[in-house]
């Protein structure tokens, strides 16, 4: 493995002892409690326990693990890289006694250089997604096109879901709704009383055709604009499983999960209809997190098995070849918007899996590289927080210094 100089004279064994940040506010002394339904997602004091043991809390399906795991190599000793952020110097290890990060992992060419958890937290653990999850919603209409269950991108919702017919996401093209832009009024928050919170309750009294029936005021035409919208994903999950007959995670589990060598079970939670909360609420382990960021730091393939469709994937993550509305610095301020999948500014393609409370997964394809972090975050938006810019000078120093450029 190439490394720059920096990187190579760095290499050490990390044996720091610090507490993370807020520890007795996330309820250390109380043995990080799990919370229920009604707290689980807005009241930190039970936000350890609950964002490592949803499905402990809410019904689930499962994604039964490989049995025979892919397996990591290991770097001999851990790269103390320093990496700058406002004028000052800082450590990995600074990083986590200042960030409330539950997980952090860092993999390059498939070998671990640094594996560090917070809060108690173990590998055994199932770390949630919450948002990330929906590049999995993603990857599971690369299959479906695959496999000619879905016929074209560029089909409406409609073809599949004939009872959305005349509603707005029923006349919305699978494509659009790939990018978050279907035009639909939307609002998401995380306030506990946005249009979010109102679809959540309307699932779970009516259903989820019904809660997406319940939406349908148009403030844009479709393809026009991006516009972060969690029940866009829903809509493709409902979509998904009346083209392919299956439930997400059945589909993924036999796609995804166990074709990449997961050493752990997953778990998905479900509506009372049973579809999937899409949207997020997908559960893995570090490692296998960090698995899934390997095989889309490699588009898709393990050794000479292409397990994620790469034309698609490439199409999914690569700015360049999305519309200009959806590129980096026009979607948002910061990031372009794929095929469900967050992509990076510059020339080379890098791309983010990214959930509320501070959840990411950076891949850089060219390098190999991959940053896996659970989170539990104060704000929702990190970006209202330090986490989102200091979580960035991390990652930037790992492409410039660890890359071997």
Known sequence: MKRSLLFSLCLVISTAAFGAPDEELLGKSKGYPIGNRGNWFLDETVRVGSFSNLDRILPHHVLPRAQVPFAFKRAESEPALRYVFRGQRYS???????????????????????????????????????????????????????????????????????????????????????????????????????????????????????????????????????????????????????????????YLSEKLWTRMGAESDATWIIAPDGLERAGGNFSATLRDWGRLGVLLANDGRIDDRQIIPRDYLLEATDWHRQPPAFAPRKATPAYGYGYQFWTFPGEHRRFALLGVFGQAIFVDPEQKLVLVQTAVAKNARIGRETMGQELGALWGALVNECGGR
Request: aromatic residues 8%; glycine residues 8%; proline residues 1%.
């Open 92 to 250: 990995i290890d600074d990083y986590l006694e200042r960030q409330r990060v539950t997980g952090l992992l860092i993999v390059k060419n498939g070998e671990i250089l640094v594996e560090r958890y917070q809060y108690d937290r173990k590998p055994g653990d199932r770390l949630l997604s919450h948002s990330m999850a929906k590049s999995l919603v993603s990857l599971a209409v690369g299959y479906a096109l695959e496999d000619g269950k879905i016929h074209s991108l560029d089909d409406l919702v409609n073809a599949y879901v004939p009872e959305l017919a005349g509603y707005a996401y029923g006349e919305t093209s699978i494509r659009n709704l790939l990018r978050m832009a279907s035009g639909v009024r939307f609002t998401e928050e995380y306030d506990g009383k946005d249009d979010l919170a109102k679809f959540s309750s309307l699932v779970n009294r009516k259903g989820t055709l019904a809660a997406l029936q319940s939406f349908n005021d148009k403030e844009a035409d479709q393809g026009e604009r991006f516009h972060y919208a969690s029940i866009e994903t829903h809509v493709l999950a409902l979509t998904l499983r009346a083209a392919t007959g299956k439930n997400l995670s059945a």
